[in-house]
Each structure stands twice: as structure tokens, then as C-alpha cells.
């Protein structure tokens, strides 16, 4: 079957607060697919996905999704049911890095560097008083989600109170972490390939929030980082490990910060990066001469590559 044959479904939008960024996701993927000559349709995931997917019955899934619902295991859970291969990483893989607690105890388990933390339980009415294992600053934010929704950074016993009201109104549970001064990098794993690092400079705030992820100027990409050689294999170092650890495929992205002592921490894992116009990964793909539709088939040709083996199978 030739590549115009191939059916691919987009799937994006969805109900999580990263919607409109999915839907800037999925439009670029769709652009990209269509001038490569695949035959893409795009799909909204709601209440008719399931019925919606049976009707296009692609020969694979693009998983353009952000957020609750696409990146921890439950769009996953439900492709694989169907039968369906998809890019990116599988249910448990994917359920397990939205899960910001569970996947820093496993990296601290590991010995691989991540700040201090504690979980706080919201959900009983009672606000929590401020951790004595911790010191302030100390950097606030959901256990589940992604693009830096809910992350707040807190001075003083008042902005804790504060945060805590305002977190207890939309998450059951809260992380407290230690707060790192330093410079903020990311770093890609393409197949099992670590991308150039890339150091991250926000415009729009006091760290890399939502608005300098995705607003136009929000932040300034440095890619390849000015960092020495032996910093930026550590990074690929640590991203690589990340990647294998939790067990992802395709590809990832992988958040840092660095101290002005020079020691990398990590921060979290993404499992579907961005693909927007403002994205990291493909400025980091950009550097080695990767286009974004180059990307962009070489995903989907990870799921096509599954489909194959499956029904060889």
C-alpha cells in the first residue's frame, strides 16, 4: 500500500485545559500529513470517538492530544482496544509520567537527581499547613497535568495559604517542591535518539508558565544550549535514562533545571510534545535538519511500522 493509501486519523481538542494547544497540535500534524500525501482526517476527542474512529477505521492514529485524557493512558486504553496502533508511548508508560508523584519517586528511587518534594492531599476540605520538611520558595503544582497548569511559586506563608485555596477549587492533590534557582533546559528523545539540549529563557513571567509555553514572544528556544559539552551529555544522558525508565517510545521531552553550581535536576517527563509553532521539539529537530513534516512522518511511521508487525502477526 503506498503512503497516499494510508489512512492516518488526528486525533485532538479533547476536554482538558489544554485544548486549544491540542487543537494548534493536531492542525499542524494534519498540514503536514496532507502535504506528505497521506490521507488525513481529523477527529474531536469527545463522546463520539469511539464511533467516529470505527466510521474513518484509520490505519493509524496520530495522537495529538495534551493533557488529562490524551497523555495519561485513557485515549491509549482505548485505541488499543479497538485495535488501533497510535504514536507515541503505550497505556501504563503514559498514565505513569502524568503522574508527577509516582514518577519522581521512581526517579529518586533510581538515584537519578530531582528536587525535594511532598504530596498534599486537598480533597477532605482541610487546607494543608505549610510542610516543615521544606523551606520556602517552594514551587506549587498539580499532581496531574501538564503545560505548567496550576504551577505557582510561593515566597511566604501568605502566597502558601493563598495557593492552597486556589488549588483546592480544581485539583485533589498538590505538590509542594523545592524551589531551584538556576537556568531551565529541555531535552528531546527522538526514537532513541537525545536531541540537542535546548535552554529555555522566559519573556512572560518568572518561570516557563503556560503563557511563555504558547504565547508568541512568551519565551526565546537557545538551540543547541551555549553550555560546555560535558553539561549537555549529561542532559542527553539523563533524558535518555528518563526515556527508558518509565518505558516510553517514539519520543519525549524531558524538563531540567540546572543550579548556578552546575547540577542538573530534573524536573518532568513529557510524553507527547508539543508540535505547535512555539514548540521545543521541533526546534530541536530543526537543528539537526529535521523539517517539522519530516518529523511528523517519521511518527507516524512508528505506528504504521507497529501496524505492520501486528498484522504479520
Not at 30 to 50: E, K, P, T
Not at 211 to 236: C, F, M, N, W
Not at 243 to 255: A, K
Amino acid at each position: 500500500m503506498t503512503k497516499r493509501n494510508k489512512k492516518i486519523a488526528v486525533v485532538m481538542g479533547g476536554s482538558s485545559s489544554e485544548r486549544e494547544i491540542s487543537i494548534q497540535t493536531g492542525s499542524g500534524v494534519m498540514r503536514a500529513l496532507q502535504s506528505l500525501g497521506y490521507d488525513a482526517q481529523s477527529l474531536d476527542y469527545d463522546r463520539r470517538f469511539v464511533d467516529a474512529i470505527r466510521e474513518i477505521a484509520p490505519d493509524a492514529v496520530f495522537n495529538a492530544l495534551h493533557g488529562p485524557g490524551g497523555e495519561d493512558g485513557q485515549v491509549q486504553a482505548l485505541l488499543d482496544f479497538l485495535d488501533i496502533p497510535y504514536t507515541g508511548s503505550g497505556v501504563e508508560p503514559s498514565a505513569l509520567a502524568m503522574d508527577k508523584h509516582l514518577t519522581k519517586k521512581l526517579l529518586a528511587a533510581e538515584g537519578l537527581p530531582t528536587a525535594a518534594w511532598d504530596l498534599f492531599d486537598l480533597s477532605g476540605g482541610t487546607l494543608p499547613l505549610l510542610p516543615g520538611s521544606l523551606d520556602l520558595p517552594l514551587v506549587i503544582k498539580p499532581r496531574y497535568e501538564g503545560s505548567s497548569q496550576g504551577v505557582a511559586i510561593v515566597h511566604t506563608h501568605e502566597q502558601w495559604t493563598n495557593a492552597m485555596i486556589a488549588a483546592a477549587k480544581a485539583y485533589p492533590q498538590i505538590m509542594a517542591e523545592e524551589y531551584l534557582e538556576g537556568r531551565e533546559f529541555t531535552c528531546g528523545i527522538l526514537g532513541e535518539e537525545a536531541l540537542p539540549v535546548i535552554e529555555i529563557v522566559s519573556n512572560a513571567g518568572d518561570f516557563y508558565n503556560f503563557e511563555s509555553k504558547y504565547a508568541p514572544g512568551g519565551s526565546t528556544h537557545i538551540v543547541p544550549a551555549k553550555i560546555d559539552e560535558d553539561l549537555a551529555a549529561r542532559l542527553q544522558m539523563l533524558a535518555l535514562s528518563v526515556h527508558r525508565l518509565i518505558g516510553l517510545r517514539d519520543y519525549s521531552r524531558t524538563d531540567f533545571i540546572v543550579t548556578k553550581e552546575g547540577r542538573p535536576h530534573i524536573l518532568e517527563v513529557n510524553t507527547l510534545p508539543g508540535l505547535t509553532q512555539t514548540s521545543l521539539f521541533p526546534d530541536a529537530c530543526a537543528t539537526l535538519g529535521i523539517s517539522y513534516e519530516a518529523l511528523i512522518e517519521r511518527l507516524t511511521g512508528y505506528a504504521l511500522a507497529r501496524a505492520e508487525v501486528r498484522d504479520v502477526a
